[in-house]
């Protein structure tokens, strides 16, 4: 069974920053390209960040762009986002998301990991 | 960037149709994946590649795609179709994922 497992979510001041982990299991994490999706409270959907299976390839949305950073290690099946120059319109719950092989759609998401940037 | 858009809500009653429209530029060009979202749960895939259902997805759920119209089609609604319904394209011009603004889809 394909098991996404996110952690690290939190409360955080403005400009401080946070490291998600997303622990993948039930699949051959190394095969499969993964991504970063997050929803503000009551809002819709928002693509954050993509990185291919090798980590070769990384893409990011531009209200994230500089300040995240997306990785993975596929020797502990995990996938990462570090967080940095936190805001408050960050604030929302992340999801680790895998992406359908060879496709441009999320076929498993995680149950996500609430991040709060308040002071 | 490209935009899709979709109504905030829309409803129907029990055993009627929904329709739910996701309008992006040439949108018909693209590939639109949909996913349901129920509250406090992550969203699941209902429809790939404009009509396409992943195992497990009854057949009431069906797509198309033409113009600057997607449209995701519920037949015979049921109560537990209540969720919010999001479209999703990959943008190859920006390297960016992009959802619509999801619907809110209400059975009366």
């Known amino acids: 069974e394909v098991q996404l497992v996110e952690s690290g979510g939190g409360l955080v001041q403005p400009g401080g920053s946070l490291r998600l982990s997303c622990a993948a299991s039930?699949?051959?994490?190394?095969?499969?390209?993964m991504n970063w999706v997050r929803q503000a409270p009551g809002k819709g959907l928002e693509w954050v960040s993509y990185i291919s299976s090798r980590g070769s390839t990384i893409y990011y949305a531009d209200s994230v762009k500089g300040r995240f950073t997306i990785s993975r290690d596929n020797a502990k099946n995990s996938l990462y986002l570090q967080m940095n120059s936190l805001r408050a319109e960050d604030t929302a719950v992340y999801y680790c998301?895998?992406?359908?092989?060879?496709?441009?759609?999320?076929?498993?998401w995680g149950q996500g990991t609430p991040v709060t940037v308040s002071s | 960037s490209y935009v899709l858009t979709q109504p905030p809500s829309v409803s129907v009653a029990p055993g009627k149709t929904a329709r739910i429209p996701c309008g992006g530029n040439n949108i018909g060009t693209k590939s639109v994946h949909w996913y349901q979202q129920k509250p406090g749960q992550a969203p699941v895939l209902v429809i790939s590649?404009?009509?396409d259902r992943p195992s497990g997805i009854p057949e009431r759920f069906s797509g198309s795609n033409s113009g600057n119209t997607a449209t995701l089609t519920i037949s015979r609604v049921e109560a537990g179709d209540e969720a919010d319904y999001y479209c999703?394209?990959?943008?190859?011009?920006?390297?960016?994922?992009?959802f619509g603004t999801g619907t809110k889809v209400t059975v009366l």
């Open positions: 039930g699949f051959s994490f190394s095969s499969y390209e």
């Open positions: 999703q394209v990959w943008d190859s011009s920006s390297d960016h994922y992009v």
């Open positions: 590649y404009d009509n």
């Open positions: 998301a895998r992406e359908a092989s060879a496709k441009d759609y999320f076929d498993y």
